[in-house]
């Protein structure tokens, strides 16, 4: 066989002919230039990060936050910024009709980012605290998918990624509300890429353990919101756990700045097969791990030992 193929390629060689390129030296680099994606919760952090990072890769970016001083900054720098309130329909509905009509070529893609976290022990969540994280990080974000769903089977195709978790994946103590709604997340989002799986329309969760951000400092003033610490069982936890949440700089090791979210994004983006899942830093893969390994009490004792009982 070796034989043969030499022969054929001299055959060619003396047709004139140029040897034919092997697969694995093909670099094809997409066109971006028309390729529109819709990201959420770019005010900070992983949101403009992934907006910065795919505009220099030539996508036209829609980038939206709730607050209207950030869409004003985010227009300031050179972006189409538009008002989405993960909370408000009605939001929603605009911000999607305002996005098709500024996208020359359609959505090609959504990146849902938008999400905040509640620390606190599960019996202290009411019923409210429940529904408002709820309301941004699972209702609003699948209201958004689905109008995006119906825009992209009208074209025939394209790409929508979740920022989930290492939280989609395990549970931490103190933690609870933000985990309840990307175990969700990854639930719906698994049905969802089932139902679409002849669509061309092709869905992927990224799951971040620690990544450089403003999480703990929107966290501590939800907790602060929503949390009767003075009448808690957990009082001492809090105390740790509040230290850990106003504490300056990294808290947990293996932190990543957000240009590792980045580069799953653009995988996901950009190749024919994107993947399911993409795991980043060492926790995620570490814990996805060991919650196929270990027996449940096992894994219950590392992972309150890894949180130190929301210390960390």
């Not at 300031?76 to 989405?84: E, H, I, R, S, V």
């Not at 089977?153 to 609870?176: D, F, K």
Request: hydrophobic share 40%; proline share 6%; net charge positive.
């Amino acid at each position: 066989m070796a034989v043969e193929r030499k022969a054929h390629r001299r055959s060619r060689q003396h047709r004139g002919l140029p040897p034919r390129p092997r697969p694995s030296n093909l670099v094809v680099m997409p066109d971006t230039t028309t390729r529109t994606v819709l990201i959420t919760g770019c005010s900070s952090g992983i949101g403009l990060c992934v907006a910065r990072g795919l505009r220099s890769r030539g996508y036209h970016v829609i980038a939206t936050a709730r607050k209207a001083e950030d869409v004003q900054r985010l227009a300031d720098g050179g972006f189409d910024a538009l008002p989405l309130d993960l909370d408000d329909s009605v939001s929603i509905c605009q911000a999607v009709s305002d996005a098709i009509a500024i996208a020359p070529q359609g959505l090609y893609a959504l990146f849902n980012n938008g999400a905040w976290g509640l620390p606190g022990a599960v019996e202290d969540l009411s019923r409210d605290a429940l529904r408002a994280q709820f309301e941004t990080n699972l209702f609003g974000t699948m209201e958004l998918t689905n109008l995006i769903v119906r825009h992209m089977r009208e074209q025939g195709g394209g790409r929508i990624i979740h920022n989930s978790s290492v939280l989609g994946l395990v549970a931490l103590p103190y933690r609870g509300a933000y985990t309840a709604t990307k175990f969700a997340l990854e639930g719906i989002t698994d049905t969802q890429r089932m139902e679409l799986r002849h669509t061309g329309i092709h869905i992927s969760l990224i799951e971040p353990g620690p990544i450089e951000s403003r999480f703990r400092e929107n966290a501590y003033c939800m907790y602060q919101r929503w949390i009767d610490k003075q009448h808690s069982a957990h009082r001492e936890q809090y105390k740790a756990m509040e230290h850990r949440l106003l504490k300056d700089g990294p808290v947990a090791p293996f932190i990543l700045p957000p240009e590792a979210v980045l580069s799953r994004v653009v995988h996901a983006l950009e190749r024919r097969r994107p993947r399911v899942r993409y795991y980043v830093t060492v926790p995620t893969y570490l814990f996805g791990a060991l919650r196929r390994l270990l027996p449940y009490q096992m894994l219950d004792w590392v992972l309150a030992r890894a949180s130190g009982d929301g210390a960390r």
